[in-house]
Protein backbone atom coordinates (compact mmCIF):
# COMPACT_ATOMS: atom_id res chain seq x y z
CA UNK A 1 0.00 0.00 0.00
CA UNK A 2 3.10 2.74 1.00
CA UNK A 3 4.30 1.96 -2.60
CA UNK A 4 2.39 4.58 -4.07
CA UNK A 5 4.01 6.72 -1.47
CA UNK A 6 7.42 5.80 -2.62
CA UNK A 7 5.89 7.09 -6.32
CA UNK A 8 4.76 9.92 -5.36
CA UNK A 9 7.50 10.93 -3.52
CA UNK A 10 9.96 10.09 -5.83
CA UNK A 11 7.30 11.67 -8.73
CA UNK A 12 7.25 14.61 -6.95
CA UNK A 13 10.94 15.28 -5.73
CA UNK A 14 13.29 12.80 -7.98
CA UNK A 15 16.70 14.94 -7.06
CA UNK A 16 15.51 14.41 -2.75
CA UNK A 17 15.54 10.63 -3.46
CA UNK A 18 18.67 8.98 -3.38
CA UNK A 19 17.66 5.14 -2.88
CA UNK A 20 14.14 3.46 -1.99
CA UNK A 21 12.69 0.01 -1.57
CA UNK A 22 10.99 -2.21 0.53
CA UNK A 23 12.31 -4.73 3.28
CA UNK A 24 9.54 -7.40 4.95
CA UNK A 25 7.13 -5.14 4.16
CA UNK A 26 8.18 -1.82 5.23
CA UNK A 27 8.26 1.04 2.51
CA UNK A 28 12.41 3.30 3.03
CA UNK A 29 13.23 6.08 1.25
CA UNK A 30 16.80 7.22 1.66
CA UNK A 31 16.99 11.14 1.56
CA UNK A 32 20.13 13.46 0.50
CA UNK A 33 20.04 15.82 3.92
CA UNK A 34 19.47 19.15 2.10
CA UNK A 35 16.37 18.13 0.58
CA UNK A 36 15.22 16.61 3.97
CA UNK A 37 12.52 19.26 5.11
CA UNK A 38 11.41 19.34 2.14
CA UNK A 39 10.59 15.82 1.44
CA UNK A 40 9.36 15.79 5.25
CA UNK A 41 7.08 19.04 4.72
CA UNK A 42 5.37 17.35 1.48
CA UNK A 43 4.84 13.91 2.91
CA UNK A 44 3.06 15.66 5.80
CA UNK A 45 1.23 17.75 3.51
CA UNK A 46 0.26 16.40 0.56
CA UNK A 47 -3.66 15.51 0.58
CA UNK A 48 -2.96 11.90 -0.72
CA UNK A 49 0.20 11.74 1.68
CA UNK A 50 -0.80 13.24 4.87
CA UNK A 51 1.44 12.13 6.95
CA UNK A 52 0.40 13.94 10.33
CA UNK A 53 1.76 11.66 12.81
CA UNK A 54 5.81 11.44 13.71
CA UNK A 55 5.78 8.20 15.55
CA UNK A 56 9.40 7.55 15.88
CA UNK A 57 12.63 9.45 15.47
CA UNK A 58 15.73 7.83 16.01
CA UNK A 59 19.86 6.76 14.90
CA UNK A 60 21.66 3.95 13.40
CA UNK A 61 25.37 4.31 14.34
CA UNK A 62 27.01 2.43 11.77
CA UNK A 63 30.40 2.30 13.22
CA UNK A 64 33.38 1.84 10.53
CA UNK A 65 31.41 3.04 7.62
CA UNK A 66 30.71 6.39 5.81
CA UNK A 67 28.35 7.81 6.49
CA UNK A 68 28.74 6.52 10.00
CA UNK A 69 25.07 7.43 11.19
CA UNK A 70 21.95 7.44 9.87
CA UNK A 71 18.55 9.34 11.02
CA UNK A 72 15.25 7.36 10.98
CA UNK A 73 12.01 9.04 10.93
CA UNK A 74 9.18 6.75 11.18
CA UNK A 75 5.53 8.63 9.63
CA UNK A 76 2.15 7.43 9.97
CA UNK A 77 -0.52 9.06 8.26
CA UNK A 78 -3.65 8.33 10.14
CA UNK A 79 -6.19 9.43 7.53
CA UNK A 80 -4.80 6.58 5.12
CA UNK A 81 -3.05 4.33 7.48
CA UNK A 82 0.08 3.83 5.81
CA UNK A 83 3.22 4.28 6.72
CA UNK A 84 7.05 5.22 5.69
CA UNK A 85 10.53 5.79 6.93
CA UNK A 86 12.88 8.02 5.70
CA UNK A 87 16.38 7.66 6.47
CA UNK A 88 18.96 10.06 6.51
CA UNK A 89 22.96 9.66 5.94
CA UNK A 90 24.86 11.82 8.32
CA UNK A 91 28.84 12.28 8.90
CA UNK A 92 30.50 11.38 12.28
CA UNK A 93 32.60 14.70 11.85
CA UNK A 94 31.55 17.10 14.39
CA UNK A 95 30.95 20.07 11.78
CA UNK A 96 28.94 17.84 9.76
CA UNK A 97 27.68 15.76 12.30
CA UNK A 98 23.65 17.20 11.83
CA UNK A 99 20.36 17.02 10.65
CA UNK A 100 17.70 19.88 10.17
CA UNK A 101 15.75 20.15 13.06
CA UNK A 102 11.61 18.56 12.35
CA UNK A 103 10.35 20.36 15.18
CA UNK A 104 8.68 22.87 13.04
CA UNK A 105 6.89 20.60 11.42
CA UNK A 106 5.78 17.93 13.95
CA UNK A 107 5.76 19.05 17.63
CA UNK A 108 6.62 15.48 18.57
CA UNK A 109 10.08 15.87 17.14
CA UNK A 110 11.19 17.90 20.06
CA UNK A 111 11.97 15.54 22.87
CA UNK A 112 12.39 12.70 20.13
CA UNK A 113 15.37 15.15 18.86
CA UNK A 114 16.83 15.94 22.21
CA UNK A 115 17.33 11.72 23.14
CA UNK A 116 18.58 11.23 19.62
CA UNK A 117 21.16 14.27 20.53
CA UNK A 118 21.86 12.52 24.37
CA UNK A 119 21.91 9.28 23.35
CA UNK A 120 24.27 9.66 19.69
CA UNK A 121 25.73 12.99 19.54
CA UNK A 122 23.59 14.15 16.08
CA UNK A 123 22.66 18.16 16.14
CA UNK A 124 19.56 18.97 15.47
CA UNK A 125 20.11 22.24 13.66
CA UNK A 126 17.07 25.17 14.96
CA UNK A 127 15.71 22.99 17.50
CA UNK A 128 14.42 25.14 20.35
CA UNK A 129 16.19 23.59 22.69
CA UNK A 130 18.39 20.87 22.04
CA UNK A 131 19.50 19.68 25.85
CA UNK A 132 20.20 15.94 26.97
CA UNK A 133 16.87 14.87 28.08
CA UNK A 134 17.82 11.26 29.48
CA UNK A 135 21.58 12.06 30.83
CA UNK A 136 21.94 14.48 33.24
CA UNK A 137 23.93 17.50 32.13
CA UNK A 138 27.52 16.07 33.82
CA UNK A 139 27.92 13.39 31.42
CA UNK A 140 30.40 12.88 29.33
CA UNK A 141 30.08 11.85 25.67
CA UNK A 142 27.31 9.85 24.04
CA UNK A 143 26.36 6.30 25.06
CA UNK A 144 24.22 4.34 22.51
CA UNK A 145 27.28 5.18 20.51
CA UNK A 146 28.93 1.93 19.26
CA UNK A 147 32.32 3.31 20.61
CA UNK A 148 31.25 4.78 23.87
CA UNK A 149 33.22 2.28 25.88
CA UNK A 150 30.89 -0.40 27.30
CA UNK A 151 32.59 -0.16 31.17
CA UNK A 152 32.74 3.22 31.64
CA UNK A 153 30.54 4.39 34.73
CA UNK A 154 29.99 8.35 35.16
CA UNK A 155 28.64 8.31 38.85
CA UNK A 156 27.26 11.49 39.99
CA UNK A 157 27.77 10.79 44.08
CA UNK A 158 29.29 7.49 45.68
CA UNK A 159 29.60 6.55 49.69
CA UNK A 160 32.95 7.88 50.66
CA UNK A 161 34.10 4.55 51.19
CA UNK A 162 32.82 2.94 47.94
CA UNK A 163 35.45 1.99 45.26
CA UNK A 164 36.08 4.64 43.18
CA UNK A 165 35.90 4.32 39.56
CA UNK A 166 36.68 7.47 38.15
CA UNK A 167 39.94 6.59 37.26
CA UNK A 168 38.76 4.03 35.25
CA UNK A 169 36.36 5.90 33.51
CA UNK A 170 38.85 8.66 32.44
CA UNK A 171 40.94 6.08 31.15
CA UNK A 172 38.35 4.30 29.22
CA UNK A 173 36.62 7.24 27.89
CA UNK A 174 40.05 8.86 26.74
CA UNK A 175 40.47 6.11 24.92
CA UNK A 176 36.97 6.20 22.59
CA UNK A 177 36.99 8.12 19.77
CA UNK A 178 34.02 10.05 21.73
CA UNK A 179 35.24 12.42 24.19
CA UNK A 180 33.95 15.67 23.55
CA UNK A 181 32.69 17.28 26.62
CA UNK A 182 29.78 19.52 26.02
CA UNK B 1 20.15 -7.79 90.80
CA UNK B 2 20.36 -4.05 89.63
CA UNK B 3 22.76 -3.15 92.59
CA UNK B 4 25.40 -5.71 91.73
CA UNK B 5 25.60 -4.92 88.14
CA UNK B 6 25.05 -1.22 87.38
CA UNK B 7 24.97 -2.00 83.45
CA UNK B 8 21.74 -4.30 83.92
CA UNK B 9 19.02 -1.49 83.80
CA UNK B 10 20.12 0.19 81.12
CA UNK B 11 20.74 -3.38 78.78
CA UNK B 12 17.33 -4.31 80.11
CA UNK B 13 16.15 -0.57 78.77
CA UNK B 14 18.07 -0.88 75.37
CA UNK B 15 16.37 -4.44 74.81
CA UNK B 16 12.88 -3.17 75.27
CA UNK B 17 13.43 0.17 72.77
CA UNK B 18 15.09 -2.42 70.41
CA UNK B 19 12.09 -4.31 70.92
CA UNK B 20 9.57 -1.79 70.05
CA UNK B 21 11.56 -0.39 67.51
CA UNK B 22 11.88 -3.56 65.77
CA UNK B 23 7.95 -4.45 65.90
CA UNK B 24 6.77 -0.48 64.98
CA UNK B 25 8.97 -0.15 61.14
CA UNK B 26 7.52 2.90 59.44
CA UNK B 27 8.34 1.94 55.71
CA UNK B 28 9.29 4.57 52.96
CA UNK B 29 9.27 2.81 49.66
CA UNK B 30 11.61 4.28 47.17
CA UNK B 31 9.64 2.65 44.59
CA UNK B 32 11.49 2.80 40.95
CA UNK B 33 10.31 -0.44 39.13
CA UNK B 34 8.64 -3.19 38.26
CA UNK B 35 9.34 -4.89 42.18
CA UNK B 36 7.22 -2.39 43.43
CA UNK B 37 4.19 -4.90 42.11
CA UNK B 38 5.58 -7.25 44.65
CA UNK B 39 6.18 -5.27 47.76
CA UNK B 40 2.31 -4.21 46.93
CA UNK B 41 1.38 -8.16 47.30
CA UNK B 42 3.39 -8.23 50.48
CA UNK B 43 1.63 -4.96 51.87
CA UNK B 44 -1.59 -6.79 50.42
CA UNK B 45 -3.86 -9.07 52.77
CA UNK B 46 -2.48 -12.12 51.34
CA UNK B 47 0.95 -11.64 52.59
CA UNK B 48 0.35 -9.18 55.04
CA UNK B 49 3.38 -7.38 56.40
CA UNK B 50 1.02 -5.85 59.11
CA UNK B 51 1.85 -9.22 61.03
CA UNK B 52 5.65 -7.92 61.53
CA UNK B 53 4.28 -3.87 62.60
CA UNK B 54 5.61 -2.89 59.09
CA UNK B 55 2.06 -2.03 57.75
CA UNK B 56 2.24 1.70 57.62
CA UNK B 57 4.25 3.28 54.23
CA UNK B 58 4.94 7.45 55.42
CA UNK B 59 5.28 9.06 52.22
CA UNK B 60 7.60 11.01 53.61
CA UNK B 61 10.98 9.89 54.92
CA UNK B 62 10.73 12.11 57.85
CA UNK B 63 8.58 10.60 59.28
CA UNK B 64 10.11 6.80 58.25
CA UNK B 65 12.54 4.96 59.79
CA UNK B 66 12.67 2.13 57.06
CA UNK B 67 13.68 2.85 53.90
CA UNK B 68 13.23 0.20 50.98
CA UNK B 69 14.85 0.59 47.70
CA UNK B 70 12.45 -1.21 45.66
CA UNK B 71 13.88 -1.20 41.68
CA UNK B 72 16.73 -0.02 39.62
CA UNK B 73 18.57 2.90 40.88
CA UNK B 74 20.22 4.99 37.69
CA UNK B 75 23.04 7.08 38.32
CA UNK B 76 20.82 10.27 38.02
CA UNK B 77 18.41 9.08 40.50
CA UNK B 78 21.09 8.31 43.02
CA UNK B 79 21.45 11.79 44.29
CA UNK B 80 17.83 11.64 45.15
CA UNK B 81 17.97 8.39 46.74
CA UNK B 82 20.95 9.78 48.96
CA UNK B 83 18.62 13.10 49.95
CA UNK B 84 15.88 11.03 51.03
CA UNK B 85 17.92 8.82 53.15
CA UNK B 86 19.38 11.95 55.09
CA UNK B 87 16.07 13.55 55.47
CA UNK B 88 15.14 10.31 57.50
CA UNK B 89 15.50 10.73 61.24
CA UNK B 90 17.76 8.35 63.20
CA UNK B 91 17.44 5.46 63.71
CA UNK B 92 17.45 4.15 60.77
CA UNK B 93 17.56 1.13 58.61
CA UNK B 94 17.42 0.22 54.71
CA UNK B 95 16.35 -2.60 52.83
CA UNK B 96 17.20 -3.68 49.27
CA UNK B 97 14.37 -5.12 47.67
CA UNK B 98 15.43 -7.48 44.61
CA UNK B 99 18.68 -7.27 42.65
CA UNK B 100 18.79 -4.35 41.05
CA UNK B 101 18.64 -2.61 44.63
CA UNK B 102 21.07 -5.07 45.84
CA UNK B 103 23.86 -5.02 42.75
CA UNK B 104 22.24 -3.61 39.35
CA UNK B 105 21.21 -6.72 38.81
CA UNK B 106 21.21 -7.73 35.18
CA UNK B 107 21.88 -4.47 34.20
CA UNK B 108 25.60 -3.54 33.34
CA UNK B 109 25.33 -0.41 31.74
CA UNK B 110 26.27 3.48 31.52
CA UNK B 111 23.02 4.15 33.47
CA UNK B 112 22.07 1.80 36.05
CA UNK B 113 23.96 1.94 39.50
CA UNK B 114 25.02 -1.16 40.50
CA UNK B 115 23.49 -1.57 43.70
CA UNK B 116 21.66 1.00 46.29
CA UNK B 117 24.82 0.38 48.34
CA UNK B 118 26.68 2.85 46.64
CA UNK B 119 25.10 5.44 47.92
CA UNK B 120 24.04 4.79 50.82
CA UNK B 121 23.76 1.76 53.59
CA UNK B 122 22.48 -0.99 53.40
CA UNK B 123 21.39 -3.26 56.00
CA UNK B 124 19.40 -6.24 54.14
CA UNK B 125 19.50 -7.61 50.75
CA UNK B 126 16.53 -9.43 49.34
CA UNK B 127 18.06 -11.17 46.18
CA UNK B 128 15.00 -11.82 43.42
CA UNK B 129 13.34 -10.74 40.46
CA UNK B 130 11.39 -9.56 41.90
CA UNK B 131 11.66 -11.64 45.20
CA UNK B 132 8.73 -13.61 46.30
CA UNK B 133 6.71 -11.80 49.38
CA UNK B 134 7.84 -14.51 51.07
CA UNK B 135 11.70 -13.60 50.54
CA UNK B 136 10.54 -10.21 51.86
CA UNK B 137 9.00 -11.32 54.85
CA UNK B 138 12.23 -13.18 55.51
CA UNK B 139 14.12 -10.19 54.83
CA UNK B 140 12.12 -7.76 57.26
CA UNK B 141 12.76 -10.72 60.16
CA UNK B 142 16.72 -10.68 59.38
CA UNK B 143 16.13 -6.97 59.96
CA UNK B 144 14.21 -7.30 63.09
CA UNK B 145 16.48 -9.84 64.36
CA UNK B 146 19.47 -7.30 63.64
CA UNK B 147 17.56 -4.45 65.47
CA UNK B 148 16.93 -6.71 68.19
CA UNK B 149 20.54 -7.55 68.95
CA UNK B 150 21.21 -3.98 68.04
CA UNK B 151 23.33 -4.24 65.20
CA UNK B 152 21.56 -1.88 62.76
CA UNK B 153 23.84 0.23 61.14
CA UNK B 154 22.60 3.61 62.60
CA UNK B 155 21.25 2.61 65.70
CA UNK B 156 22.40 5.21 68.33
CA UNK B 157 23.24 3.61 72.14
CA UNK B 158 20.66 5.19 74.39
CA UNK B 159 22.09 8.46 75.60
CA UNK B 160 23.94 8.83 72.43
CA UNK B 161 22.10 10.33 69.22
CA UNK B 162 25.25 10.54 67.01
CA UNK B 163 25.04 8.53 64.22
CA UNK B 164 27.88 5.63 63.74
CA UNK B 165 29.78 6.69 60.73
CA UNK B 166 30.11 5.19 57.18
CA UNK B 167 33.38 3.24 58.32
CA UNK B 168 31.87 1.59 61.02
CA UNK B 169 28.63 1.00 59.04
CA UNK B 170 30.57 -0.94 56.01
CA UNK B 171 30.74 -4.41 57.66
CA UNK B 172 27.27 -4.59 58.51
CA UNK B 173 25.04 -5.75 55.66
CA UNK B 174 23.67 -9.15 55.68
CA UNK B 175 21.80 -10.60 52.77
CA UNK B 176 18.54 -12.53 53.64
CA UNK B 177 19.92 -15.88 53.59
CA UNK B 178 23.10 -14.47 56.94
CA UNK B 179 25.43 -13.48 54.22
CA UNK B 180 27.41 -10.83 53.42
CA UNK B 181 28.75 -9.05 50.63
CA UNK B 182 31.12 -6.42 52.34
CA UNK B 183 32.18 -9.10 55.30
CA UNK B 184 35.73 -10.69 54.69
CA UNK B 185 35.43 -13.93 53.29
CA UNK B 186 35.95 -16.10 56.77
CA UNK B 187 32.73 -14.06 58.40
CA UNK B 188 30.30 -14.14 55.44
CA UNK B 189 28.86 -18.12 56.07
CA UNK B 190 27.11 -18.02 59.46
CA UNK B 191 29.03 -20.84 61.20
CA UNK B 192 25.36 -22.46 62.16
CA UNK B 193 23.66 -21.62 58.64
CA UNK B 194 21.12 -19.85 60.27
CA UNK B 195 20.17 -15.91 59.66
CA UNK B 196 22.68 -14.42 62.42
Known amino acids: MAQRVLDLLTERLPHAVLESGTYVGDEMALISRDHLLEVLALLRDDPE ?39 VGVDQEESECWVPSATGLWHAAAWAEREAWDLYGVRFKDHPDLRRILMYEEFVGHPLRKDYPQNARQPLIRRPDAPATDDQTTRLLANSHDRRVE | MSHQNPTF ?5 QDAVNWAQKYSLFTYPF ?26 PRFSPRQADLLIVIGTITERQAPVLRRIYDQMPDPKWVMAFGVCAS ?13 ADQVIPVDVYVPGCPPRPEQVLDGLMALQ ?26 HLPVLSDGTSMTLPPEERMPKDGRVR
Open chain 1, 49 to 87: LDFAMLSDLTVVDWLGQAPRFEVVYHLYSLRHKHRIRIK
Open chain 2, 31 to 56: ATACCAMEFMSTMGARYDIARFGAEF
Open chain 2, 145 to 170: RRIQEHRGHVQAELGNTAAIGYRDRR
Open chain 2, 9 to 13: VPTVL
Open chain 2, 103 to 115: TGGFYQNYTVMPG
